[in-house]
């Protein structure tokens, strides 16, 4: 039944597409005839000259097509994942609730009895409700860092190969295009884009025991590029080094990188003049592990005290630090949003384990934005490994994870396959 489906669906598309595809087959007919007369007048050999004629209009080809319809792509692209995306998006939010559900009585004040009288069961509420969860957190985790991150980084690579972004590698020049063609083709979707897949695969596994919300971060494209992507006067071999989230010095709840857990607080801090250097707008979508979180209104007075404009932010990091507070949530009265700020007075977070971009979206032109080369690594940088390998309890889980991976690669996938999968096949 399944077999009969998709035979329909693509017959439907080669007719609705049938003046595009009548074009291409003459593109690829004339390479292929004019390949096949040239070979077979100077090589006596027209069968090899019709295949390269082939493969010559088939990378001409993809070229200009993805060229031109790069923006089309990133617009049915990002459409058509706020469609199947809802339920995951809902169950995303879920579990963010779920997580603290009492942070939504909290958003007004709170006197010292009811403060002290909630402080006792939140520890093993915490417990109950981390257990409770951990189906959305594998549902969340396979969706974002294998669907969402492995399809935005793996459509980078590949554009890569085709659309280069570096005048090193062909860009602007169709000789050097041709010349570079197999390096970025071995470089990008193949070397790059297995690395891309491994990290996500084990992410995923660790995402299973450290809660990680995708949350969403506002700026500018120019700090989003830097942030996020590669620098294109730097040597290849760059792309080891770190991108940088810069932790904001002053802020209504301390001292580091900020995000919300809705797109409304992103566009707010994107759309802030003084923080736009360029007119690009920008919405960085991240997974973020925030670890032990401080809400401001179950705080000491003290702390609650110096949130907002006039506080102080070294008594708020300065407290984190001591009770082993990573994050802090607090309700921004004032545009009426939660904001998460992840302590970081030290810029030690800042391409680390605990934010991992999955995509950019440019609100100026309403479309996924493209990143020239693909983003930088969550694992396979040197940041994040030297975070890892200070933890020996987070080595143990990367490890854990790693042998997870590996088991699935060469005899779970058969399980789930045999178990589940090869009956709608």
Request: glycine share 8%; hydrophobic share 50%.
């Amino acid at each position: 039944m399944l077999s009969w489906i998709i035979i329909i669906i693509i017959g439907l598309i080669v007719y609705a597409f049938r003046d595009e595809l009548f074009a291409v087959a003459a593109f690829i007919g004339t390479f292929m005839a004019v390949g096949a007369l040239l070979f077979w007048i100077i090589f006596d050999n027209a069968s090899l000259g019709a295949t390269v004629g082939f493969w010559f209009a088939l990378f001409i080809g993809l070229k200009i097509v993805l060229q031109n319809m790069g923006a089309e792509y990133a617009n049915i692209f990002e459409y058509a994942y706020r469609i199947i995306s809802f339920p995951f998006w809902f169950l995303n939010r879920l579990q963010h609730i779920l997580m603290e559900p009492w942070r939504y009585l909290t958003k007004d004040y709170i006197s010292y009895s009811t403060r002290d009288a909630i402080q006792p069961w939140i520890y093993p509420i915490e417990i109950v409700l981390y257990i409770l969860i951990t189906p959305l957190r594998l549902i969340n985790a396979i969706n974002y860092n294998i669907f969402v991150y492995c399809t935005t980084e793996l459509y980078d690579l590949i554009l890569e190969v085709f659309v280069p972004g570096s005048y090193d590698e062909g860009k602007g020049d169709f000789v050097g295009w041709i010349i570079w063609f197999p390096v970025r083709l071995v470089k990008y979707p193949i070397f790059h884009g297995s690395l891309v897949l491994i990290e996500a695969a084990i992410w995923t596994v660790i995402d299973i025991f450290i809660p990680t919300i995708t949350m969403y971060h506002g700026t500018d494209l120019t700090a989003a590029n830097a942030i996020v992507g590669n620098d294109w006067n730097s040597a290849y071999y760059k792309r080891w080094t770190d991108g940088t989230f810069s932790a904001s010095r002053r802020g209504w709840a301390g001292a580091g990188v900020y995000f919300g857990s809705s797109r409304k607080t992103a566009a707010g801090y994107a759309y802030d003049s003084y923080r736009l250097s360029d007119n690009n707008p920008v919405m960085i979508a991240c997974r973020v592990s925030l670890g032990k979180i401080l809400n401001y209104r179950l705080a000491p007075n003290e702390i609650h005290d110096n949130t907002g404009p006039y506080g102080i932010n070294a008594v708020i990091n300065k407290y984190a630090e001591k009770q082993g507070y990573t994050s802090g949530e607090w309700w921004n009265y004032n545009h009426d949003y939660w904001e998460f700020c992840l302590f970081d007075w030290q810029n030690r977070y800042n391409h680390p384990w605990r934010i991992r971009p999955i995509y950019v979206f440019n609100f100026r032109t309403g479309l996924a934005q493209h990143i020239n080369g693909g983003f930088r690594h969550w694992l396979f940088s040197k940041a994040v490994l030297k975070d890892i390998f200070n933890s020996t309890q987070f080595m143990i889980m990367l490890g854990i994870a790693v042998v997870i991976v590996i088991w699935f690669i060469f005899y779970g996938w058969e399980y789930v396959w045999d178990e589940y999968l090869w009956y709608y096949f």
